[in-house]
């Protein structure tokens, strides 16, 4: 969640108002994603939606700067100060195998079934027996992996 604006915090860099707008609609969905109704859901279901959003506003940020390379280096280390974007997940996407990755606790080892394993949406599509389906019960990713 990216900090509150006042007057004694440092202004935002150049080039911050061309994608301001974009962030502030990621901000909004953010507010109504968490302000839904959860009835009916699985306690894991109801925290799906953020989890999306804050993947898709991380991964623009990221494109922007890794792929496009419309931002300078000063704004993109800003947005990720202010918490516009995950950092640790971005840290994640460089590397190969993970540049698909949908969140970080898919790949923590703690946490699972097995001693040592990672989530069941890692697992590669073509190792997935056919008519299984595959749903991330933290992020309800349907599928992460990189050969996917």
Known sequence: MPKIRTTRTKKPPEGFEDIESILDDYAKKMRDA???SHEGKRKAESLWPI????????RYIYELYYKREAITRELYDWLLKEGYA????????KKTGYEKLCCLRCIQTRDMNYQGSTCVCRV??????????????HCGCRGCSSDS
């Open 34 to 36: 968490e302000n839904e």
């Open 124 to 137: 590669p599509k073509a190792q997935v027996r056919t008519g299984t389906v595959v749903e991330c019960v």
């Open 51 to 58: 989890m999306r959003i804050s993947h898709t506003r991380s």
């Open 86 to 93: 995950d950092a640790n997940l971005i840290a994640k996407w």
